[in-house]
């Protein structure tokens, strides 16, 4: 432990490490928020709460059968198709599927659904009375299960992440729990956030399903770096933020 704490190549591991954590960890916060926003004003810190906290439990949990999880990624079965041949020769997608490639696929199937209906409810709302009973039918244990569900994916992510970064299982617990922190200290601010500007909730759903097709895409092999995800989702976010802006100039948002 004392090696590791002396070593600058562990601090850098760390740093990049808890930078990658974080980048994940906003996904995780994003859908977070936009599950809880259905429930009652007075459930939705405790649902925050416990939905992060779920988190930070299933990445160290996850951390501590490593070795069953690098498992994940040897393929289960072969479909034996080799499909259309790519610009090379190859095929355009993998054919062998792991647990880790069908927990990405089943996860992004249901990311995918989620933000739609999403927005689906936004661009044509029903009238108060059924929108009402439509909040009300969100009940907090239907929240907590939809955010357990997608917190089982985007942990299993994180520790695959974490696995290819660094062999030293107490750098990985370290970044986790930063991580995690910080997750909870944005919570209420992201929220608030997010409440208070209508618009910011389609493009969050929008980046939910962008998220969703990417863990599809992944889970076929078909791998989207993610450095041009998060700058388009950079991009967007200033564009929004500029539009805001011009709104609050005008008097009109």
């Known amino acids: 432990?004392?090696?590791?704490?002396?070593?600058?190549?562990?601090?850098?591991?760390?740093?990049?490490?808890?930078?990658?954590?974080?980048?994940?960890?906003?996904?995780?916060?994003?859908?977070?928020?936009?599950?809880?926003?259905?429930?009652?004003?007075?459930?939705?810190?405790?649902?925050?709460?416990?939905?992060?906290?779920?988190?930070?439990?299933?990445?160290?949990?996850?951390?501590?059968?490593?070795a069953w999880i690098v498992g994940l990624t040897a393929p289960v079965f072969d479909l034996g198709i080799t499909g259309e041949p790519g610009k090379y020769g190859e095929p355009v997608f993998e054919t062998a599927f792991s647990w880790r490639d069908l927990i990405l696929i089943g996860g992004g199937l249901f990311l995918v659904w989620k933000a739609t209906t999403e927005i689906h409810d936004k661009v044509q709302p029903g009238s108060g009375h059924e929108a009402r009973i439509k909040t009300v039918s969100m009940g907090f244990g239907a929240a907590l299960v939809q955010i357990i569900l997608l917190d089982m994916v985007f942990s299993i992510d994180s520790i695959l992440t974490a696995v290819g970064m660094t062999d030293h299982l107490p750098i990985m617990v370290a970044a986790v729990v930063v991580a995690v922190g910080v997750m909870f200290l944005a919570a209420d601010p992201v929220t608030r956030f997010v409440s208070a500007n209508p618009t910011v909730i389609m493009l969050a759903l929008a980046f939910l399903l962008m998220i969703g097709m990417v863990l599809i895409a992944d889970g076929f092999g078909v791998h989207v770096p993610k450095g041009y995800i998060y700058a388009a989702m950079a991009f967007a976010a200033f564009v929004e933020a500029l539009n805001m802006l011009t709104r609050r100039r005008r008097g009109t948002g």
């Open 1 to 66: 432990m004392l090696d590791l704490l002396l070593s600058p190549d562990a601090w850098a591991a760390f740093l990049a490490l808890v930078t990658m954590e974080i980048v994940l960890g906003i996904d995780n916060l994003i859908f977070i928020s936009i599950v809880t926003s259905k429930l009652p004003e007075a459930r939705r810190r405790p649902a925050q709460q416990i939905g992060i906290g779920l988190a930070l439990v299933l990445r160290l949990g996850l951390l501590s059968v490593i």
